[in-house]
């Protein structure tokens, strides 16, 4: 089905570019809301993302490249907005992040988590957005942020240190895959 | 412990949907960056280079023109003032022929003096 609907896109089927943009548009505007946390700058920066898939449809090879591909655009389109930006103005908490009522675990917990996620560096947010919320390992990371794979196990260690300090978790413990 | 802070880490980053409708507000900027540039980008442009490019030549022509007129009109009058050169050098030439040929004629056709009779 992902595999027609690449094909087609990549014939100019207008319809099959819309399925694949429906198929896409949680992953690429969910990136995009954690990086930025402004609703609105989320939508603009997804909806460019997706402009660029159309322009670069020739270059994606297949359905789990078109994953990689958008989330890798998307993370890098946003850490450089922030950089050329700055932090977006604030929108009430659980507006521009969502979820909480939706939540399965503590909404509280979760909120405040979210929250501190901001206080990282654009880069260092990317790492945690990729990791935690689209389940990439860190060797996918390093390819997708262009850097090395023990720039990225810092950053993990790093941000989930700071992370836990600031929620008050114990600190000792590490994932296995950062480790080292 | 570790688990558990993660698996809230990825409860709270959660994916989310976008607004109802973003789609269709991809597929409308798609085709206004396709749609709009079309004319203003290719064919003004065109006319403009046209019109360019005729009043260029009508200009270059004109320019061509002149200078042949003004080269031409040089020629001629220098070719007059070496004429005009020419001919008073003539005459002068002329003038001073016949006054030599004076001077031979009234050596010649001058009685004999007396001084010349007695020798």
Same mark, same amino acid.
């Given at each position: 089905m992902a595999d027609e609907l690449l094909v087609k896109a990549r014939a100019g089927?207008?319809?099959?570019?819309?399925? !694949?943009v429906r198929v896409h548009q949680r992953l690429v505007y969910s990136v995009a809301l954690r990086m930025l946390a402004q609703r609105e700058a989320a939508?603009? !920066?997804a909806q460019e993302v997706f402009l660029q898939l159309h322009?670069? !449809? +020739?270059t994606i090879e297949s359905p789990s490249h078109l994953i990689f591909w958008l989330q890798k655009v998307t993370a890098n389109r946003s850490i450089d907005r922030l950089r050329r930006e700055g932090s977006f103005e604030a929108a009430? !908490? +659980? +507006?521009? %992040?969502g979820l909480a009522a939706t939540s399965e675990g503590d909404p509280l917990f979760e909120r405040e988590l979210r929250r501190q996620l901001l206080e990282l560096n654009p880069a260092a947010r990317a790492v945690m957005v990729l990791r935690y919320q689209e389940d990439l390992d860190p060797s996918d990371i390093a390819l997708a942020l262009d850097m090395s794979i023990n720039t990225v196990k810092s950053h993990l260690k790093r941000s989930l240190a700071m992370l836990r300090q600031n929620l008050g978790a114990p600190l000792d413990g590490c994932p296995e895959e %950062?480790?080292? | 412990m570790t688990e558990e802070f993660e698996r809230g880490l990825r409860g709270a980053l959660r994916p989310v949907d976008p607004p109802s409708g973003f789609a269709d507000r991809v597929l409308e900027r798609l085709d206004r960056q396709s749609v709009v540039p079309v004319e203003p980008r290719v064919w003004r442009p065109r006319v403009r280079a046209l019109q360019r490019h005729w009043y260029s030549g009508v200009a270059l022509a004109a320019s061509v023109v002149l200078a042949v007129v003004a080269v031409n009109q040089l020629q001629d009058e220098r070719s007059e003032r070496e004429g005009l050169e020419a001919r008073r050098q003539l005459i002068e030439a002329l003038r001073v022929t016949s006054e030599k040929?004076?001077?031979a004629y009234e050596a010649v056709n001058r009685p004999p003096s007396t001084d010349d009779a007695g020798v």
């Open positions: 089927d207008r319809a099959a570019f819309a399925g !694949l939508e603009d !920066l322009r670069s !449809l +020739e009430p !908490l +659980e +507006e521009a %992040i %950062i480790a080292g | 040929l004076d001077l």
